[in-house]
């Protein structure tokens, strides 16, 4: 056994070098300790781990699952090792808890690479250190500080050294030269043959390539055999096996002094790190980049671990399985087929299986008729998956960590790693407390829930989220915990320092808002303290309109939440009524560009305006009339003076006359004065833009009013040419926001001419169903159904009735 590993009597212990996240590697790992029997098992990790290794014999430990190493004083600095239930580590690790072996990490503390990772942040990864994804494929990753001749020479090497001995043996793709010989072959008589043929290969690769480019490596072996000297006078080298990524075996093999070793461990840059299990997912496990492993397929590497025997069949029966389940015609037949289909293409290709490949091929010939379209929800649901690994809860974690576990299980929102939509009822004690724990992880930057519109009501009292779990949350956590140790706490102690380093009185506003719709009552005050302060002291109007929107909105949270309103009210109004004041003069004198921001803010402020007086008690928002009559006031005296921009003249036009505060006659008479001759094209363009653009039924204004469209018929027929090309971008633009049936009923009406188009209808508008005069007996028909829709009851008078045509206007 000694002579086939190549390890003599006194050349060291027994070096099982693996691929990271292999199968066949963790069932040769196995078959080995199996035969070999050693006293302990080392295994590449951080050292800092061992205390967390017996809870992998826990029974709700399940993976995928991940260490995680953070930096204490800065929790954002931190690092992922991810293990999967075919991971080499994983089942060593298993293998020791199981037959009462001591298991050890060896590798470099994570002490020492957290701050190797903070002082070489400029030469990092940009989504922060990594272990195991750099060795996903026993490569040697990338030095930035490698000169450029030397990076040439080992570019192959430093992305996949895989990759180099699939090509020597003529394959293009070094997944299938590892699947064929290492996946598809099994372990065979000698279970030791396999570590010793990966070892020589990788001897001869770093005989050629040294370290591939990466200073960190040598750092990392080093310690690695300073734990290997440790664990042989302890235990023997006959007692001894570890578990490590193959290229580093050539290096742990090699004699060096223990003095080397120490001079190359000296002085190395240390921080106070924690460490903890935490769950990570398939899909996370699929991606490349950032705290990913680099694997392309988990749930098929699963799969290849898991199955007993015929792993072709049994795989090609999961996939019809799925298939039936989305309601796909597929027998006994097709699975049949498909396996025959699989085996031909592996001999034709001179495979000693079928591999991912062939399976894929002969699914999307068999099962999916040649299209790729089902075949993307195998890839998605079977070749990666949506497994979410799960962590006991006696494994160590922040107090705000253990408050957010106890929180999702009281209110039953477990987090899953398949993307879902949660429709929150608030009138429901459950789902208002799941709306407050979702809102407050986000003021906290842990982004598990994300507001969506809802498929059903649009009341305040419904909220729509869509929920999707991922393994970074547990950073995002971590670094949440230094505010409070709940997350009430934490969440009350960061608004009030968000509030106090806000740039803006629109973020106070929009904090003030999010603040309500997280049930903050202890941070309310401050922030309500510091926009009245901010907001005393800011005269730009422009800041002023920005901030009023986020600021009405809150007050309707006050009914469906529980939540008293009465401060924001005061200064909403307060708020409001600087706006009224200080926005006629404000938008005088405005170019083009500014004129535009400006019209923006008049939509905010009436929007604004409309919430601040429906809201109805009196103690929280100033009576209906009297905001609303400020409001039109000021909008009257934008729309008639000449000094405002053309495009915010027509908008103040447009609003009051949706109001009812302006008569169709009077709208009428400002636009033929703005569109008369005496005015400049540019401006009358800007006025229509104004008046019916902006995507707010302006189209449907010109169709129900064919005097308004006869004035802007007329007047653009009457744009001089020269005039013409400098109106046509804002008219365009206008236009082009209207939808297609629009424009169209629009082109019809012109081209029937000014004395045609009311021949279709004997009253009017020339658009069927439409007239000058309101239809009564039309109206009356919706009745019965508004009544229905607000819950009125059947028997109610007419002067009712009349207020329900209004409420269905």
């Known amino acids: 056994m000694a002579d086939t590993v190549g390890r003599a009597a006194g050349e060291g212990p027994l070096l099982l070098g693996v691929r990271h996240h292999g ?98 942040a400029a030469a990092a990864e940009p989504d922060g250190p990594t272990s195991q994804p750099e060795e996903a494929t026993g490569e040697a990753p990338p030095d930035e500080d490698a000169v450029p001749a030397e990076r040439a020479a080992e570019e192959a090497v430093r992305v996949d050294p895989l990759a180099a001995l699939a090509e020597a043996a003529g394959y293009d793709d070094a997944e299938r030269w590892w699947e064929d010989v290492v996946e598809h072959r099994g ?85 106070k790190a924690d460490m903890t299990w935490v769950p990570w997912t398939n899909r996370r496990l699929a991606r490349a980049g950032g705290y990913g492993a680099g694997i392309d397929s988990p749930g098929w590497y699963g799969h290849l671990f898991g199955a007993p025997d015929r792993p072709v069949e049994r795989w090609l029966t999961k996939v019809a399985g799925l298939l039936r389940e989305e309601d796909r015609i597929v027998s006994s ?36 008729d040649g299209s790729d379209v089902p075949l993307s929800l195998v890839r998605d649901r ?27 299980r009281r209110l039953r929102l477990k987090p899953e790693a398949l993307e879902r939509e949660l429709e929150l009822d608030l009138r429901k004690e459950n789902d208002a407390e799941r709306s407050r724990l979702l809102h407050r992880l986000r003021l906290l930057g842990v982004e598990w829930g994300e507001p969506t519109t809802s498929r059903g009501s649009t009341g305040t009292f419904r909220e729509a989220w869509r929920l999707h779990w991922e393994p970074e949350l547990s950073v ?71 901030a009023l929107p986020a600021l009405v909105r809150s007050l309707r949270y006050g009914d469906v939440r529980a939540t008293d309103t009465r401060a924001l009210a005061e200064v909403a109004a307060g708020l409001a009524e600087r706006v009224f004041v200080g926005l006629p003069p404000a938008c005088a004198a405005l170019d083009a560009e500014a004129a535009q921001e400006m019209r923006r803010h008049v939509d905010a402020v009436h929007g604004a305006v409309g919430l ?47 109001d009812g505060e302006l008569a169709q006659d009077d709208a009428a008479r400002l636009m033929g004065l703005v569109l008369s001759p005496g005015t ?79 021949s279709a209808t004997a009253g009017g508008s020339g658009i069927p169903g439409f007239a000058d005069e309101f239809d009564s007996d039309r109206a009356d028909a919706v009745l019965p159904v508004v009544r229905l829709l607000l819950g009125l009851d059947g028997g109610r008078e007419s002067a009712d009735d009349n207020d329900l045509v209004g409420v269905a206007g």
């Open 680 to 758: 400049a094209p540019a401006d009358a363009a800007a006025w229509i833009e104004g008046f019916v653009g902006g995507g707010s039924g302006g189209g449907m204004l010109l169709v129900h009013d064919e005097r308004l469209l006869g004035l802007v018929d007329t007047w653009l027929t009457g744009v001089p040419g020269d005039a013409f090309t400098d109106v046509l971008p804002l008219l365009r633009r206008t236009f082009s926001a209207y939808e297609a049936g629009v424009r169209r009923t629009l082109g019809e009406l012109v081209r029937r001419g000014p004395g045609q188009r009311g």
């Open 333 to 368: 037949a097709h699975v049949i087929e498909a396996v025959r289909l699989a085996e031909t293409l592996a001999a034709m290709r001179g495979r000693p299986l079928p591999g991912l490949t062939e399976t894929t091929d002969a699914v999307r010939a068999v099962m999916c």
């Open 187 to 271: 372990t065979g008589r000698d279970v030791f043959a396999p570590f010793a043929v990966l070892e020589e290969a990788m001897g001869a690769l770093r005989e050629v390539y040294g370290t591939g480019g990466r200073d960190r490596d040598p750092v990392r072996e080093a310690y690695m055999r300073s734990q290997i000297r440790a664990a042989r006078k302890e235990f023997g080298d006959d007692g001894v096996a570890v578990v490590c990524g193959a290229w580093h075996v050539p290096a742990l093999r090699e004699k060096r002094t223990v003095a080397a070793d120490r001079a190359l461990l000296k002085g190395l840059p240390k921080v």
């Open 382 to 408: 079977l070749v990666v998956g949506d497994v979410l690994g799960e962590v006991p809860e006696s494994a160590p974690a922040v107090p705000l960590q253990r408050d957010l576990t106890r929180l999702q």
């Open 23 to 120: 199968p066949g590697s963790a069932r040769a790992v196995r078959a080995v300790l199996d035969a070999a029997r050693p006293r302990v098992v080392l295994i590449e990790g951080p050292p800092e781990a061992d205390a967390l290794i017996p809870l992998a014999a826990d029974e709700t430990m399940r993976p995928p699952v991940a260490l995680l190493a953070h930096a204490v004083d800065e929790p954002g600095r931190s690092s992922f090792w991810p293990l999967a239930e075919f991971s080499p580590e994983w089942v060593a690790i298993r293998w020791a808890l199981a037959h009462g072996v001591q298991a050890r990490f060896i590798d470099l503390p994570a002490a020492h690479s957290l701050a190797w990772g903070r002082e070489e």
């Open 476 to 546: 995002r956590v971590a670094e949440a915990g230094v505010w409070g140790t709940t997350v009430l706490s934490a969440t009350t102690a960061k608004a009030e320092a968000d509030a106090l380093t806000a740039r803006s009185l629109a973020d106070i506003t929009g904090l003030a808002e999010r603040c309500l719709l997280a049930g903050l009552p202890d941070a309310l005050p401050v922030v309500m303290r510091v926009l009245a302060d901010r907001a005393a002291l800011d005269t730009d109007v422009g800041h002023l309109a920005q």
């Open 612 to 658: 601040l007086g429906d809201t109805a008690p009196g103690e929280r928002a100033p009576r209906d009339g009297d905001i609303r009559s400020r409001w039109h006031s000021v909008l009257h005296v934008l729309s008639g003076r000449d000094t405002v921009p053309g495009v915010i003249r027509g908008r103040a036009v447009r609003l009051l006359l949706d």
